[in-house]
């Protein structure tokens, strides 16, 4: 299985801040890597998909980057909407799996 | 709008078995793999398995094979998880969800809770 190891696990931040998330994968995935976030009680939202292709409706503040087995989130300036949870996924080859998820607090 | 509706909170005893539905609406069910994704409390997320509704075709993580069976009925465009020989471990929240064209869950469900306790 593709291993995920997210970094940080938790991160607190300031609303304006810009905040950076990596993810690395124990194997070549290419750019299949895609991010989400999720708040409590509710689903996993699509955020960016292979790498860099931001979802219909969400904020251009996202972006998304790397190939291979190193990947960044960038939310160029927090808004309070954002705090959440972040996870990275693979899905190069099954079984898909996520990072571990990235707890983004208000600080 | 592309919809996913999960039936509703389950509480199972252990050793019994447990089956979850998601309904589809909004695109077309035979055109995408539905997923699921078991999410316990407190923890991340891990897949389950997927089903191909055009064919019935299913790939299982190797956590849940022998223990779980994943079908996608065409007629009602609704997708179900039957997971057997529940134990404590399976308090989880379940989630459908569809794939799409960049390889990414572009949709989810709702969730459904099932906690298995005696």
């Known amino acids: 299985d593709i291993q995920m190891t997210q970094s940080p696990s938790s991160l607190s931040a300031s609303v304006g801040d810009r905040v950076t998330i990596t993810c690395r994968t124990s194997?070549?995935?290419?750019?299949?890597l895609n991010w989400y976030h999720q708040k409590p009680g509710k689903a996993p939202k699509l955020l960016i998909s292979?790498?860099?292709t931001l979802q219909s409706g969400v904020p251009s503040r996202f972006s998304g980057s790397g190939s291979g087995t190193d990947f960044t989130l960038t939310i160029s300036s927090l808004q309070p909407e954002d705090f959440a949870t972040y996870y990275c996924?693979?899905?190069?080859?099954?079984?898909?799996?996520f990072g571990q998820g990235t707890k983004l607090e208000i600080k | 709008e592309v919809q996913l509706v999960q039936s509703g909170t389950e509480v199972k005893k252990p050793g019994t078995t447990v089956k979850i539905s998601c309904k589809v609406s909004?695109?077309?069910?035979?055109?995408?793999?539905m997923h699921w994704v078991q999410q316990a409390p407190g923890k991340g997320l891990e897949w389950v398995g997927l089903?191909?509704?055009?064919?019935?075709?299913?790939t299982y993580a190797e956590k849940f094979q022998g223990r779980v069976t994943l079908t996608a009925d065409t007629s009602t465009d609704t997708a179900s998880m039957e997971l057997r020989s529940l134990i404590s471990e399976d308090t989880a929240v379940y989630y459908c969800?569809?794939?799409?064209?960049?390889?990414?869950?572009?949709?989810w469900g709702q969730g459904t809770l099932v906690t298995v306790s005696s």
């Open positions: 909004g695109y077309t069910f035979s055109g995408n793999y």
């Open positions: 089903v191909d509704p055009e064919d019935g075709k299913t």
């Open positions: 996924q693979q899905s190069y080859t099954t079984p898909y799996t």
């Open positions: 969800a569809i794939m799409g064209e960049l390889n990414s869950f572009d949709h």
């Open positions: 292979a790498a860099s």
């Open positions: 194997q070549n995935v290419i750019t299949f």
